[in-house]
């Protein structure tokens, strides 16, 4: 149950896009469909993204895009806003009803 | 309005024991599958313990396995995490999460905070 890896910060300007990586192996991100991504601003709980790799639950605006290849799965914020600066965390299944995160990522605007 | 309200956090001494608990509303909470999931100071998310529908399974994270036991109360609408043999590296903030349709959790309570010190 390693942590999956990502990036420790990410930046870009308003408008611009960047994508966060989470990288694992074939007994995580790489073998399962089963990826999801959250989103936490300084000081508040994490709010899901992104779930089943690259669905993006009600409200979550079409910004978010998620994506996997092999043992990496992707998240990318298009049209950067000043409101998406927070941490982020990518969560992969790791066997049957385990699961592991990545160890997060900070995106400044 | 979905709610998850963590309770039961606080400071203990090494080796000893707490239970935290986290009460829900708004939704059918025999349902739907519930997860602890703690953060530690400046740190980030881990996946702690997660419990089905009607209890009878449960998962662990390896580092609290025979230390630590989720259970729930569908009658009483709240899932708990009761936490023995407590050390330094369990400080942490405890959420509270709602497995949702699909794969990811959908709701998210604020968290009960948990300090292991002597």
């Known amino acids: 149950q390693s942590a999956l890896t990502q990036p420790r910060s990410v930046s870009g300007s308003p408008g611009q896009s960047v994508a966060i990586s989470c990288t694992g192996s074939?007994?995580?991100?790489?073998?399962?469909?089963?990826v999801s991504w959250y989103q936490q601003p300084p000081g508040e709980g994490p709010k899901l993204v992104i779930y089943?790799?690259?669905k993006r639950p009600s409200g979550v605006p079409d910004r978010f895009s998620g994506s996997k290849s092999g043992n990496t799965a992707s998240l990318t914020i298009s049209g950067l806003q000043a409101e998406d600066e927070a941490d982020y965390y990518c969560?992969?299944?790791?066997?049957?009803?385990?699961?592991?995160f990545g160890g997060g990522t900070k995106v400044t605007v | 309005e979905v709610q998850l309200v963590e309770s039961g956090g606080g400071l203990v001494q090494p080796g000893g024991s707490l239970r935290v608990s986290c009460a829900a509303s708004g939704f059918s909470f025999s349902d739907f599958w519930m997860t602890w999931v703690r953060q530690a100071p400046g740190m980030g998310l881990e996946w702690v313990a997660n419990?089905?529908?009607?209890?009878?399974?449960?998962n662990y994270v390896d580092s609290v396995k025979g230390r630590f036991t989720i259970s729930r109360d569908n009658a009483r609408k709240s899932v708990y995490l009761q936490m023995n043999s407590l050390r330094g590296e369990d400080t942490a903030l405890y959420y509270c999460?709602?497995?949702?349709?699909?794969?990811?959790?959908?709701?998210w309570g604020q968290g009960s905070l948990v300090t292991v010190s002597s």
């Open positions: 969560c992969s299944a790791a066997g049957d009803y385990v699961m592991v």
């Open positions: 074939s007994s995580d991100v790489g073998g399962y469909d089963y």
């Open positions: 089943d790799v690259h």
């Open positions: 419990i089905n529908k009607d209890g009878s399974q449960k």
């Open positions: 999460a709602r497995w949702g349709s699909g794969w990811g959790w959908d709701f």
